[in-house]
């Protein structure tokens, strides 16, 4: 069961240096497509290994493996690639669907439970940000206390649905 880890980890490094080295050329990342190329490439190493019988896995432990790759590529890609952009490995960033969702997410807890301040006056914020090409870095800033729950928000439910098909798998 380990060998469908190995690859879909692999797979995602290499995206990683893949998308490293687009961004230090300033190259436009069309997140959509990427997903979907991804998703496509793990499917085809998941169907060889099983057809090369590399791999002999049950139907549940199938199911768990379809279910428990996205959230590991997700957490090497985003922990590999945070570190060669020398972020901090909580970093997400709202150019991507999938981390602006655990940014809105974050946001709303923290206006919610009043961590931020203002939280209502801030509505176009991502937006703004992303326009006006804010510092990350300002560590009181609403959208770094959002980026950093996002980022843990989103590493918890990645490992949570891991563990959980680990659980069903056995």
């Not at 496509?40 to 279910?67: E, F, G, K, R, Y």
């Not at 901090?88 to 807890?109: C, E, G, H, K, Q």
Request: include cysteine; charge should be neutral.
């Amino acid at each position: 069961m380990t060998i469908p880890y190995i690859s879909i980890t692999l797979l995602a490094l290499l995206e990683a240096y893949i998308d490293y080295h687009a961004i230090i050329r300033h190259k436009y990342i069309d997140h959509t497509m990427e997903w979907i190329q991804r998703a496509i490439m793990a499917s085809l190493i998941i169907v060889l290994l099983c057809s090369l019988d590399l791999v002999n896995l049950t139907l549940p432990m199938s199911v768990c493996i379809v279910i428990s790759t996205p959230p590991v590529f997700s957490i090497v890609h985003r922990l590999v690639l945070n570190k060669l952009r020398d972020r901090t490995y909580f970093y997400i960033s709202p150019s991507n669907l999938y981390d602006l969702i655990w940014i809105s997410l974050a946001r709303w807890i923290n206006t919610k439970f009043k961590q931020l301040d203002n939280p209502f006056d801030k509505t176009t914020m991502v937006v703004n940000r992303l326009i006006h090409k804010t510092d990350h870095t300002d560590l009181t800033s609403d959208y770094y206390k959002d980026m950093k729950l996002g980022g843990h928000l989103a590493y918890a439910f990645e490992l949570i649905v891991i563990l959980t098909c680990f659980i069903i798998a056995l």
